[in-house]
């Protein structure tokens, strides 16, 4: 199969990540892959939720959305009232984060990853999720050597990717055109040392076997693997 941009099935799109994006943010990434593009952000706050106060234990929160014209018809503004879609998307960025963070190395303070998204051409929410832990860990890298923390609360790197069947053909990163026409398409969650967090898969339009599963899942893992080594490359000078 050719895709329309010359890759091959096992390929992911280019992806570049900028570091210190915001001027104003704790910790800042501009993330592309491909034609999608995600700005995150960082804000850490010295107080926790009602529900975990006194605990001695942090907590990590996300929020995502789409600007109007990140698409190629605007889409109206979401109100306070967010969209189901967009609810949970955010709720997915915010357990992949939280799957690699020891909350009470982090204390009683709580990060909120801002995720939004100027321009999507498919695979908005791994974008956001494998930009999302760099400008965190990033955040963290600081938290320490600035002494708020004793130690990093890390304990693992998070990435995540899409694969699909499109065509027949296995697909790993689908853009917009591919995904809007995949007859299975799923979203993985895993962590650098190949812990699965989160496994999203959908027929779209017929149903699909065990061992295409594992085949996606494979593809998938591969796709990680490649966007890990990205994610310690942007991570390796430190403020």
């Known amino acids: 199969m050719t895709r329309s941009d010359g890759r091959k099935t096992d390929w992911l799109r280019p992806v570049t990540i900028k570091k210190d994006y915001l001027k104003f943010a704790e910790g800042s990434v501009l993330i592309e892959v491909g034609n999608t593009k995600v700005i995150t952000s960082v804000t850490v706050e010295e107080r926790v939720p009602p529900f975990l106060q006194g ?14 014209r990140s698409v190629q018809k605007r889409i109206p503004r979401e109100s306070s009232l967010r969209g189901g879609r967009t609810h949970e998307i ?45 400008a965190l860990a990033d955040t963290i890298n600081w938290l320490v050597d600035t002494g708020a923390v004793d130690k990093s609360p890390l304990m693992d790197s998070v990435a995540a990717t899409s694969v699909g069947i499109v065509g027949g053909e296995r697909l790993l990163d689908l853009a917009y055109e591919e995904d809007s026409t995949a007859e299975v398409d799923m979203n993985v969650v895993m962590t650098g040392g190949g812990k699965i967090v989160e496994v999203q ?39």
């Open 55 to 68: 605990k001695r234990t942090g907590w990590i929160t996300a929020e995502y959305s789409m600007l109007p």
């Open 90 to 134: 955010q709720r997915l960025i915010g357990r992949s984060l939280r799957a690699v963070v020891d909350m009470t190395i982090l204390g009683e303070r709580t990060i909120t990853v801002d995720c939004d998204v100027i321009q999507a051409d498919g695979g908005t929410r791994c974008a956001s999720i494998t930009g999302a832990y760099v």
């Open 201 to 239: 898969g959908t027929a779209e339009s017929s149903p699909f076997t065990k061992k295409e599963m594992d085949s996606l899942f494979m593809l998938a893992k591969k796709g990680i693997r490649e966007l890990t080594l990205i994610q310690k490359k942007s991570l390796e000078k430190r403020r």
